[in-house]
């Protein structure tokens, strides 16, 4: 795409891993990378893990001394985001882990973001301090409270220079106003508001108010044997505060315009394609739940993901999608052993480019997929270190369905499953991605001649 079909992410800068020693020793569970997120310039990446922590990383200026480092990210900030809580009126274990992160634009020398786990949303600061005050009248340089009777003169405080600090500090903790699993936070773009979504309920929350949020969306029946799908997905239009869509689990979008009703429970637009009978299975229902949906930056179009494909809808079009891209459809044979190993409902994300040409999203074996919007062409690249060292150039891997296969090429049931990319980001204005691989963060970077 860009100069050359085939130059797009062939340049891998650097791979981080949120484990310290090697890769194989010592991984556990709460390293695994949960979400990645740019911030609104791109200088900024944050991870969040299944262990409450998040990381984020900072993009180094370019040196002349060093050129062909080239912005490298390194660790900025970590911290403890959320510890694993206990319900106890509903005897419920609440993990730590990080569902989502999202960043609010800048607006001083201080960054925001928010991150949330499955029922808690918490307001990060992130803010330098390269200053310390010294010369305090009631308190001495280690901070212990001074004699009142030994003080004989008044001191004027002043400011020492110190060593860099990076200080996250919560600001603000949204909690107990969801009853299921919250699976998406977005920050609308009045940027006073923002919504958080569980299964069957969306809120509206204000920054400045904590204890109470607005209910804006709920499909919950009166008898929940009745129930028939839930919201996977939410996401606010880039440009109109007013409207939001979400998805269901049925393969379904909804827009809703908040202009209407208190609650939107009507929706302003429907979007769904009709199934094909001949195509008709018994995990049909399961491959056509949508695992994520995203707004295009320019606000004309919807991206979502299911199982097997990623789809485009025109806001204009609501009977069937504009673009329809095949991710893995070599997997359609292998359906019923991904359902007994419950990788079937695997929640792959997807995101566009910084002018929505391009649009990219994981699969296994750490395959991860590139779709040229223009011309229609599609890579698989793979993010591993065997295959990724720095400024080496990434080669596109094929995957072989049956018969003979050629020396490049993986067959399909070769395929490791345990290793699936679920979470990637891409950065607004250039073309530098960043995918998460189970504990392993690469960062690749298309090549520059």
Request: with cysteine; proline share 4%.
């Amino acid at each position: 795409f860009l100069a050359g079909f085939g130059s797009l992410m062939q340049d891998v800068l650097w791979c981080f891993s949120q484990v310290k020693g090697t890769i194989d020793v010592g991984v556990t569970e709460a390293d695994i990378i949960s979400t990645v997120e740019f911030n609104h310039t791109g200088e900024l990446l944050a991870t969040g893990d299944k262990g409450g922590r998040v990381v984020i990383f900072q993009r180094e200026q370019e040196s002349k001394n060093q050129p062909h480092r080239r912005g490298e990210y390194n660790v900025y900030s970590t911290f403890q985001s959320h510890e694993p809580e206990f319900d106890y009126l509903k005897s419920l274990e609440i993990e730590e882990k990080i569902n989502k992160i999202r960043w609010l634009p800048q607006q001083n020398a201080a960054y925001f973001l928010l991150s949330t786990n499955d029922k808690t949303v918490k307001l990060w600061k992130v803010s330098e301090r390269d200053k310390r005050p010294e010369g305090y009248n009631l308190k001495d340089e280690d901070g212990r409270l001074r004699d009142p009777s030994m003080i004989t003169m008044l001191r004027v405080p002043v400011l020492r220079p110190m060593d860099l600090m990076v200080e996250a500090t919560p600001r603000r903790v949204f909690a107990n106003a969801h009853t299921y699993h919250i699976n998406s936070i977005s920050v609308n773009s009045d940027y006073e508001t923002y919504m958080s979504a569980d299964d069957l309920r969306i809120n509206l929350w204000n920054f400045e108010i904590t204890n109470q949020s607005f209910n804006i969306v709920d499909i919950k029946p009166a008898n929940m044997e009745e129930l028939t799908e839930v919201i996977t997905a939410a996401e606010f239009h880039p440009h109109h505060c007013n409207t939001f869509v979400y998805s269901s689990s049925k393969g379904t979008i909804r827009l809703c315009d908040m202009r209407t009703a208190a609650l939107c429970d009507r929706h302003a637009k429907f979007f769904e394609e009709p199934e094909d009978p001949s195509n008709r299975s018994f995990f049909s229902e399961i491959i056509s739940s949508i695992s994520d949906v995203k707004f295009s930056h320019s606000g004309r179009y919807i991206m979502t993901r299911d199982y097997l494909t990623v789809k485009v809808w025109d806001l204009n079009m609501e009977n069937r999608p504009i673009e329809t891209y095949q991710v893995h459809d070599y997997l359609r044979s292998k359906l019923c052993s991904l359902y007994e190993n419950d990788c079937i409902f695997d929640k792959f994300e997807c995101v566009w480019n910084g002018s929505d040409s391009v649009i990219m999203t994981g699969s296994y074996n750490n395959f991860f997929r590139m779709f040229d919007r223009n011309t229609k062409r599609d890579v698989t690249l793979e993010a591993s270190r065997e295959n990724s060292k720095p400024r080496a150039i990434l080669k596109p891997r094929k995957v072989c369905v049956g018969g003979k296969r050629r020396k490049d090429e993986i067959s399909v049931d070769s395929l490791d499953f345990s290793k699936k990319i679920l979470h990637t980001a891409w950065h607004p204005s250039e073309n530098i991605i960043a995918v998460a691989a189970t504990n392993n963060l690469y960062i690749f970077q298309d090549k520059v001649n």
